[in-house]
């Protein structure tokens, strides 16, 4: 069993094609409920913000995350296929520094927190996320409240605009 993820986001891809894959709770939910039908998929999670769509999948290794993504959600797969990103191996590792803040337009910015840990209550309870996902979104979450609460990015910044001191 492997880990997939891929995804697009604010440094990839314009909002224009950010909205094609922008989902609705309800959304979100029957989306789950697809996925975890598909052959092959044992788990499966979706993150969707205003900044990024991201499903992460565990299942056999030879899915096209992306692609189920596109057909579930009845996507233009040609047109954004460019703009996805897949990571197979480092799924984990990138889960750890979205929920961490790392990757967001606002470093260190920790809405994306609360954001990972509702990913994760909708994937259980659509009953899509397995084992593996639960605990990887746990410990994502714990990761995220841990970095905002130790690291000391930019104290009093109220806008992208002002400069770190």
């Given at each position: 069993m492997s880990l997939l993820m891929s995804g697009l986001d604010c440094?990839?891809?314009?909002?224009?094609?950010?909205?094609?894959?922008?989902?609705?709770?309800?959304?979100?939910?029957?989306?789950?409920?697809?996925?975890?039908?598909?052959?092959?998929?044992?788990?499966?999670?979706?993150?969707?913000?205003?900044n990024r769509t991201e499903v992460y999948l565990s299942g056999d290794p030879e899915m096209s995350p992306w692609r189920l993504l596109?057909?579930?959600?009845?996507?233009?797969?040609g047109l954004l296929e460019p703009?996805?990103?897949?990571r197979v191996g480092e799924a984990a590792k990138h889960l750890?520094?979205?929920?961490?803040?790392?990757?967001?337009?606002?470093l260190g910015e920790d809405q994306i927190i609360t954001q990972v840990r509702i990913a994760m209550e909708l994937a259980q309870e659509q009953a899509a996320a397995d084992g593996m996902?639960?605990?990887?979104?746990r410990r994502a979450v714990t990761?995220?409240?841990?970095?905002?609460?130790?690291?000391?990015?930019?104290?009093?910044?109220?806008?992208?605009?002002?400069?770190?001191r």
């Open positions: 440094h990839g891809a314009g909002v224009e094609l950010r909205e094609k894959l922008a989902f609705s709770r309800q959304q979100v939910l029957d989306l789950l409920g697809w996925l975890k039908k598909q052959p092959g998929v044992t788990g499966a999670v979706l993150l969707s913000t205003c596109c057909r579930g959600a009845g996507a233009p797969e703009y996805f990103t897949t750890m520094q979205v929920a961490c803040g790392l990757q967001s337009q606002i996902l639960a605990a990887l979104f990761a995220g409240k841990r970095a905002k609460t130790e690291v000391h990015l930019c104290r009093g910044v109220p806008s992208m605009g002002q400069r770190c």
